[in-house]
């Protein structure tokens, strides 16, 4: 029995080693734009809770779609920054429609920030803005 534990226990704790490099991840910020070429107000698309309770986190352990969707997201906008496709910035935009389907702003932008720490302060590095889009449900 131990042995079996020995083998089951990295999938349960996983290593860091497992990464090549460890970075910042991207950011996917979103605009809903009233006429095509407005100053964008930008918001972070799906920002993580600020609290969950002890039950949440155990929930989400095992039941978590939304989070998944979210995880699919960073790494299209990872594929989106070191081989840029239309596929990957389409998946990204189309979920953020998707999400906003009932928004009344006719047009939608997106963009990739990077955040890091710089001394004391944050840094945000935009690294990829897309353009325009046209809202089919506008």
């Given at each position: 029995m131990?042995?079996?534990f020995k083998l089951l226990l990295p999938a349960l704790i996983p290593s860091w080693r497992f990464f090549d490099t460890i970075g910042p991840s991207p950011r996917?910020?979103?605009?809903?734009?009233h006429e095509a070429q407005a100053v964008a107000v930008w918001q972070e698309f799906r920002p993580r809770p600020a609290r969950l309770s002890f039950g949440q986190m155990l929930l989400r352990m095992?039941?978590?779609?939304?989070?998944?969707q979210s995880l699919y997201l960073v790494s299209c906008a990872e594929r989106l920054m070191?081989?840029?496709?239309?596929?990957s910035e389409r998946e990204i935009m189309e979920r953020i429609m998707a999400e906003h389907a009932d928004a009344s702003e006719p047009w939608l932008q997106f963009r990739l920030?990077?955040?890091s720490r710089q001394g004391e302060g944050m840094r945000e590095d935009i690294t990829f803005?897309?353009?325009?889009?046209?809202r089919e449900a506008a």
């Open positions: 131990l042995h079996g996917i910020e979103f605009a809903l734009l095992v039941w978590n779609p939304r989070w998944n070191a081989n840029p496709t239309a596929q920030v990077f955040v803005t897309s353009p325009v889009y046209r």
